[in-house]
T-cell receptor, first 113, second 120 residues
Framework: AQTVTQSQPEMSVQEAETVTLSCTYDTSESDYYLFWYKQPPSRQMILVIRQEAYKQQNATENRFSVNFQKAAKSFSLKISDSQLGDAAMYFCAYRKYGNKLVFGAGTILRVKS | GAVVSQHPSRVICKSGTSVKIECRSLDFQATTMFWYRQFPKQSLMLMATSNEGSKATYEQGVEKDKFLINHASLTLSTLTVTSAHPEDSSFYIC????????????????FGPGTRLTVL
């Protein structure tokens, strides 16, 4: 069974600084999707970024970018120029084509002003 | 695009009553919808997967007679918690997978804002 591991229960970052959230996963599949979701205090799950495994280029969405290392099964999220609104629980998730999402345990990100 | 609504946002009910939660995809068609349960500061736990027009597939340990799921159309799925008890109090979240060719593609799930259920 596929598993997703987020080894950092909590992280802190100073406003305007950069922070990287770690995620590793275990799969025997070659084709799949990876996602980062953000859950702010409102608890609305928001899609931050998605990566298709067959694409070598790392996905980027404005201040959010990923470091996708397929061989190492690693999918870290980098947040640049951190803002107070970035404070949230971040979930890494894996999905084989057509299958259900497998979530990590989440990382709470605190942003200090 | 790809907005999912959920209603109600919060509900308080007495023990023994049933509660229905609606999940709608507002601007896309969703052949597959998912229902999750989440406890504070924990990850999402998948309860069931529903496909439009067919029976839901429940995860192991989820009582299908207690958590009734109906996916009658491509834009609406409902979760009914029957004979609710205090231990059913939780945050319930629905999610919809987009139909191929629409916003986000098939393999992206979009989430509703959640429903906080409190059973007294």
């Amino acid at each position: 069974a596929q598993t997703v591991t987020q080894s950092q229960p909590e992280m802190s970052v100073q406003e305007a600084e950069t922070v990287t959230l770690s995620c590793t996963y275990d799969t025997s599949e070659s084709d799949y999707y990876l996602f980062w979701y953000k859950q702010p205090p409102s608890r609305q799950m928001i899609l931050v970024i998605r990566q298709e495994a067959y694409k070598q280029q790392n996905a980027t969405e404005n201040r959010f970018s990923v470091n996708f290392q397929k061989a190492a099964k690693s999918f870290s999220l980098k947040i640049s120029d951190s803002q107070l609104g970035d404070a949230a629980m971040y979930f890494c998730a894996y999905r084989k084509y057509g299958n259900k999402l497998v979530f990590g345990a989440g990382t709470i990100l605190r942003v200090k002003s | 695009g790809a907005v999912v609504s959920q209603h109600p946002s919060r509900v308080i009910c007495k023990s023994g009553t049933s509660v229905k939660i609606e999940c709608r995809s507002l601007d896309f068609q969703a052949t597959t919808m998912f229902w999750y349960r989440q406890f504070p500061k924990q990850s999402l736990m998948l309860m069931a997967t529903s496909n439009e027009g067919s029976k839901a597939t429940y995860e192991q340990g989820v009582e299908k007679d207690k958590f009734l799921i109906n996916h009658a159309s491509l834009t609406l799925s409902t979760l009914t918690v029957t004979s609710a008890h205090p231990e059913d109090s939780s945050f319930y979240i629905c999610s919809a997978g987009a139909v191929p060719g629409t916003s986000g593609g098939w393999d992206t799930q979009y989430f509703g804002p959640g429903t906080r259920l409190t059973v007294l």
